[in-house]
């Protein structure tokens, strides 16, 4: 007689998908959260009114990483 077992009604494989679809949730938000700041960054340069340390007061970044983003263009 053959045993069958169903995983995805597993309580430890529905806790792993749980988590697993949190994580990816908070790692998108991120990833999203960083382009926007990017966009932002890149609309106040090309603007030509604020000097980078303006910049990153005004998009709450620190200095260095507005030097990244200039670097990339």
């Known amino acids: 007689m053959a045993l069958t077992y169903d995983i995805e009604k597993d309580a430890f494989y529905l806790k792993g998908v749980k988590k697993g679809k949190e994580e990816g949730l908070a790692q998108g938000v991120e ?38 983003i200039v670097g990339k263009l």
Do not use: C, M, P
């Open 31 to 68: 990833k999203g959260r960083k382009e926007k700041t990017t966009e932002i960054v890149l609309g106040l340069i090309k603007s030509g009114k604020f000097t980078l340390s303006e910049i990153a007061q005004l998009a709450n970044i620190s200095l260095v990483q507005v030097q990244k």
